[in-house]
């Protein structure tokens, strides 16, 4: 028989989606009340687990009396069962976990529970029975500190020491298990004897822990704002001075001739009123063609030569001038003759 257990009180507010996505994936094959359930003494063993282990404990308790067969919560309970000190508890919920699973994550904590209850050499075969390189880093990390500590339990410093020095002893980077394993490095150098060397890891160790502390302090969900720069061009832009001023641009590029940039000043310079214009035109018809009816920007009338030719003929500047300011205003051309910007 089962002995008697109560299901802990689960707090307002706790919730199924308070759970890890792939952990909820598992409860999917349970019925929807009973996988919210579950999933809410899961969430409570999460925020348990380091301030009241025994309590996370009966939380997973009650989580594998309704879902047994799930291994995210077989792997819970041992987990709360190395934690409250229960090594036999652990490693056979840790083997029922791989049986479900098919992972090796859990090794460590398996030749960990195996060193619990007092079986260093079995802790020893068990780490030996995985290819390391099939593991995690991490896993692999853990695995290491675990079969040095078989060794220690065996009074066999030396060979745990050699246990530790693996790739990831790296005393000039820092990750997530960095400073477990300069810890353990350091006790084992001290079981050695080596002290100032023991010093000088234990010195890393506590640098690596301030520089992830530092890391941690990164928002993990900041994000880096790429920009693209966009154009959003005034329908102006599109006027006919706007086009034979690029038109012109493009031609002295491709004469090898400097182009000068209109300042805003230039600009307002070059605003000419109508009778400025034919005043110019009287003064002197070929110039004025060539500079002020480009500023101008005249949009379906006369080249250049024809004008020319009218001017010469004896046609009316000052009346062409007015029909050619009255078909710029129906093109919507700015009456300030701004000069564009350029894209």
């Known amino acids: 028989m089962r002995p008697h257990h109560d299901d802990p009180e689960i707090p307002e507010g706790v919730v199924a989606r308070d759970l890890p996505g792939e952990a909820r994936v598992e409860l999917k094959t349970l019925s929807k009340d009973n996988a919210e359930w579950v999933a809410q003494h899961l969430?409570?063993?999460?925020r348990l687990i380091e301030s009241d282990p025994e309590l996370a404990h009966r939380h997973a308790l009650s989580a594998a009396r309704r879902a047994g067969r799930i291994g995210v919560v077989r792997e819970t309970l041992a987990i709360t069962a190395y934690a409250t000190g229960d090594f036999a508890l652990a490693l056979r919920e840790l083997r029922t976990y791989r049986r479900i699973s098919g992972s090796n994550d859990q090794?460590?904590?398996m030749v960990d529970s195996e060193r619990g209850v007092?079986?260093?050499?079995?802790a020893l075969e068990l780490g030996r029975s995985v290819e390391k390189a099939s593991l995690p880093a991490d896993v692999q990390v853990s695995l290491a500190i675990a079969m040095s500590g078989a060794r220690l339990d065996l009074e066999q410093p030396e060979a745990a020491l050699a246990e530790l020095e693996i790739p990831q002893l790296d005393p000039n980077r820092a990750f997530?298990?960095?400073?477990d394993l300069f810890h353990a490095y350091a006790e084992v150098l001290e079981e050695l004897g080596r002290d100032e060397q023991a010093a000088s890891w234990r010195e890393r160790a506590e640098h690596a822990a301030e520089a992830l502390a530092e890391a941690l302090d990164i928002d993990?969900?900041?994000?880096?704002d790429v920009i693209e720069e966009e154009i959003f061009l005034d329908p102006g832009d599109f006027s006919a001075a706007a086009v034979e001023?690029?038109?012109?641009?493009?031609?002295?590029?491709?004469?090898?001739?400097?182009?000068?940039?209109a300042s805003d000043g230039d600009a307002e310079a070059e605003t000419v009123s109508e009778a400025e214009v034919g005043a110019d035109l009287e003064a002197d018809t070929e110039s004025s063609a060539d500079t002020e009816l480009s500023v101008e920007a005249e949009t379906d009338i006369e080249s250049d030569d024809e004008i020319d030719a009218g001017a010469e003929s004896g046609v009316d500047v000052e009346t062409e001038t007015q029909a050619e300011s009255q078909a710029v205003e129906e093109k919507g051309e700015p009456d300030d003759g701004a000069v564009p910007t350029e894209h």
């Open 43 to 46: 969430v409570m063993v999460s």
């Open 107 to 109: 090794l460590p904590l």
């Open 118 to 122: 007092g079986r260093p050499d079995r």
């Open 176 to 179: 997530s298990w960095s400073p």
């Open 220 to 224: 993990e969900h900041e994000t880096i």
């Open 245 to 261: 001023a690029e038109v012109d641009e493009l031609l002295a590029d491709d004469k090898d001739e400097p182009t000068e940039a």
